[in-house]
């Protein structure tokens, strides 16, 4: 299993930076390991949003497993060979907000040997994530936590 952490500070409120980081269609934006986004059911966040993301190794369909405006937002792709868990939170800050993204990449089956080589590998991914995500909605450099 890999983990990533970061927390970027926004000058966005609460309300805006979660507004955009929880449309999961602006991943496309921020993540250059994402080559296409579709929202597949509904229309904008939501606790019923579905999203079809398509990266190297092809789609995944990630749904919105908690929803809580303006503070959270969980999402998770699951496949026969991996599992994608996104953690999403923003808090309040004297000058705007602090965005949380945390993320959990497990392999699967016979994958899952792999595990362990996946978390050196998913700390470079993250890394860009989270240089992207500054730019998006960042007032400062991201922090591994």
């Not at 921020?30 to 993301?53: C, L, M, R, T």
């Not at 995944?60 to 303006?70: G, N, Q, R, S, T």
């Not at 999402?75 to 004297?94: C, G, K, Q």
Request: zero cysteines; proline letters at 5%; aromatic letters at 8%.
């Amino acid at each position: 299993m890999a983990h990533y952490a970061t927390r970027i500070p926004s000058d966005l409120d609460r309300d805006a930076a979660f507004a955009y980081m929880a449309d999961f269609r602006n991943v496309e934006l921020w993540d250059p390991g994402v080559s296409n986004v579709e929202q597949i059911v509904g229309d904008g966040p939501s606790a019923e949003a579905e999203y079809k993301v398509t990266v190297a190794t092809g789609p995944l369909i990630y749904k919105v497993v908690e929803f809580d405006a303006p503070n959270r937002i969980v999402l998770e792709a699951n496949t026969s060979s991996l599992r994608s868990y996104d953690i999403i939170e923003v808090e309040s800050t004297n000058d705007g907000s602090s965005v949380l993204y945390d993320a959990t990449l497990e392999l699967k089956g016979v994958l899952g040997l792999a595990n362990p080589l996946l978390g050196l590998v998913f700390d470079r991914i993250g890394d860009k994530a989270a240089a992207g995500m500054a730019k998006a909605i960042g007032s400062g450099d991201p922090v591994r936590v």
